[in-house]
């Protein structure tokens, strides 16, 4: 008997700025889980969640947060900026990001989008 | 270049590829679901019955006691199971585990059962954890 998967996964791996990148996305219908390492860790955990009040008048705010590990500025940034596309085609849903990187560079950061972006579960 | 951080915990092996087990299992009457994400040095592991993500618990070993800390990260504090659950996980396994467990918390009964259907597969496939 073959489980059916409840939970709609992709993965992809890429070498990025000549370090290895790993990409896991999941589909929960409250969440898009997204894990982002180049250390095959979770690392530090964080939410982007769009501002409900906003509605469709205009695109919406999100806010970030730290739930797990160091909370840094630099990690607002790139959480928001890798996860906010992500909860826009997905119906306004947040999105928990897993982020253990190494390289952290703006372009490493573009190319990690498209790497999420191959792995769309959403 | 080191990749060994300081593993107080079990220290994974040579940077390998993540990976995911999906399981389910009839337990009281309900198919319950497992998803497990197997990462270097601990993974996480999602139960439930829908595809739902309310809560989130952390656990890991601790150098000062035998009794592994852990931590609710998200979801409702009152409930205790996911933290119990990835505490006994990292217990068994030495690992840092992420439980997200989505079954009422309130039936204790069907929570001893869902653990037991994990240790299981702990022993079955240990190396998809």
């Keep these: ?122 | 270049m080191s990749n060994a951080e300081n593993g107080e915990c079990a220290v994974g092996s040579a940077e390998g590829s993540i990976s995911v087990h999906n399981f389910s299992e009839k337990l009281m009457e309900q198919v319950i679901h497992f998803h497990v994400m197997k990462l270097d040095g601990g993974f996480f592991l999602w139960v439930g019955t829908a595809p739902v993500l309310s809560n989130l618990a952390v656990s890991m070993c601790s150098r000062f006691d035998s009794t592994p800390l852990s931590s609710l990260v998200m979801g409702d504090p009152s409930d205790p199971t996911p933290n119990t659950l990835a505490q006994r996980l990292t217990k068994r396994t030495k690992k840092q585990v992420f439980v997200s467990y989505n079954l009422p918390g309130s039936h204790s009964q069907l929570s001893l059962l869902v653990e037991e259907r994990i240790k299981k597969e702990l022993e079955l496939h240990p190396e998809k954890f």
């Design chain 1, 1 to 122: 008997m073959h489980p059916q998967t409840l939970i709609k996964t992709k993965q992809a791996e890429k070498n990025i700025n000549g370090i290895s990148t790993q990409v896991v996305c999941s589909e929960f219908s409250n969440y898009i889980f997204v894990v982002l390492t180049q250390y095959g860790k979770i690392g530090t955990l964080v939410s982007v969640t769009p501002d409900s009040r906003t509605g469709d008048i205009c695109t919406p705010m999100y806010t970030t947060k730290v739930l797990l590990g160091k909370d840094e500025a630099l990690t607002h940034v790139c959480a928001k900026h890798l996860a906010t596309f992500i909860s826009q085609e997905s119906g306004n849903r947040p999105v928990l990001v897993g982020l253990a990187l190494k390289d952290s560079s703006i372009d490493s950061i573009n190319s990690m989008k498209e790497l999420i972006r191959s792995c769309q579960v959403w």
